[in-house]
């Protein structure tokens, strides 16, 4: 069965980084576009990033564009989010995604636990 464990949130200072890593099974990973979602408290999921299953076109929303960088690893099945220049309404719990197709985002059929990430002074 599909599985998508995210590892990586935790605490960060206005103006920092973070890496969110998410471990993929139960599919092939490679054939699939794959997304980050976030979920603020009281709010609903929140697109973030996306990235189609060569790697070569990615998505974002506007609130993270130019901040946060989507990518991943085919072979170690394994998708990536660096976050950079973070902010405190960047809070939220994270999750990695899994979208029906190779080239289409923002449609996910899985997503994980999430990961949160908390961003204070």
């Known amino acids: 069965q599909v599985q998508l464990v995210e590892s990586g949130g935790g605490l960060a200072q206005p103006g920092g980084s973070l890496r969110l890593s998410c471990a993929a099974s139960?599919?092939?990973?490679?054939?699939?576009?794959m997304s980050w979602a976030r979920q603020a408290p009281g709010k609903g999921l929140e697109f973030v990033s996306g990235?189609?299953?060569?790697?070569?076109?990615?998505y974002y929303a506007d609130s993270v564009k130019g901040r946060f960088t989507i990518s991943r690893d085919n072979a170690k099945n394994t998708l990536y989010l660096q976050m950079n220049s973070l902010k405190p309404e960047d809070t939220a719990l994270y999750h990695c995604?899994?979208?029906?197709?190779?080239?289409?985002?923002?449609?996910?059929?899985?997503w994980g636990q999430g990961t949160q990430v908390t961003v204070s002074s």
């Open positions: 990235i189609y299953s060569d790697g070569r076109t990615t």
């Open positions: 995604a899994k979208e029906p197709a190779s080239d289409y985002v923002g449609n996910y059929d899985y």
């Open positions: 139960g599919f092939t990973f490679s054939n699939y576009a």
